[in-house]
Structures are given as structure tokens and as C-alpha cells.
């Protein structure tokens, strides 16, 4: 079994992309058809292939943009651990923006702070 860390089995390492957005892109052209993600629904469980994901991924990240979003500037996702998490991260990574994480149960206080110590718009 190869180890998700070897570098040499892929023949990829760390230098070879630019951008979280730049590895995304790469790993979903490698096999866009592959199933890239589990996820449970009310029937049971579902799963999306990576073209699928980047589809969404892609809505995301031009919706961000055509709001305004700038390189590296910090937004905000609050959301408990599901499938729509993971999007809007993604999305928000390859639009070039930084996610900012708010827990749905924070006080508002607790979420002042993150948001003004993060400068999240």
C-alpha cells in the first residue's frame, strides 16, 4: 500500500502546484469520472464522481467572485461538519479567497472576535 504522503510514487510533490486551486484542478483531470466524495442522505447514501464536485466547486467560487471576492481575502463559512462545508472551502479556495470558519453554535461574541480577528468580510 502506498503511503498518501509519497511523493515518489506520484511523481508529484508540494512544489508542483501553485495553488490549492492548481492541485484541484490536477486531481480532478486525473480522473474526473472517479467517485470523489460519500456522503449520507435521508434514503441512505450518495455519492458524487470528481466532475461533479468541481461543477459545484466552480458555481461557488464565480459566485464569490462576482460578489467582489479578492486574492486571499477572507471569507466566512459557517456550517457543522456536512457536503456543503467541503463545497463552499473548495469553492472559496479556487476563487483564489481564504476561508474563515464560524461553528453554527459560537455565540455572537465568539463570532465577532473570529470575524475581526480574521478581517472576514
Do not use: K
Not at 5 to 15: K, V
Not at 41 to 66: E, H, Y
Request: hydrophobic content about 40%; glycine content about 10%; proline content about 4%.
Amino acid at each position: 500500500m502506498t503511503r498518501w504522503d509519497d511523493e515518489s510514487a506520484r511523481g508529484l510533490s508540494a512544489a508542483t502546484f501553485r495553488s490549492v486551486a492548481d492541485l484541484w484542478h490536477h486531481r480532478v483531470g486525473s480522473t474526473p469520472d472517479g467517485e470523489a466524495l460519500t456522503y449520507r442522505t435521508r434514503g441512505g447514501w450518495a455519492s458524487l464522481t470528481w466532475r461533479q464536485v468541481d461543477r459545484r466547486v466552480q458555481m461557488i467560487g464565480n459566485a464569490l467572485l462576482a460578489f467582489g471576492l479578492t486574492p486571499e481575502q477572507r471569507c466566512a463559512i459557517v456550517s457543522t461538519t456536512r457536503l456543503e462545508w467541503i463545497l463552499a472551502d473548495l469553492g472559496i479556495g479556487c476563487a483564489g479567497g481564504a476561508p474563515t470558519t464560524v461553528y453554527p453554535h459560537s455565540t455572537p461574541d465568539d463570532v465577532a472576535v473570529v470575524v475581526h480577528n480574521s478581517a472576514t468580510v
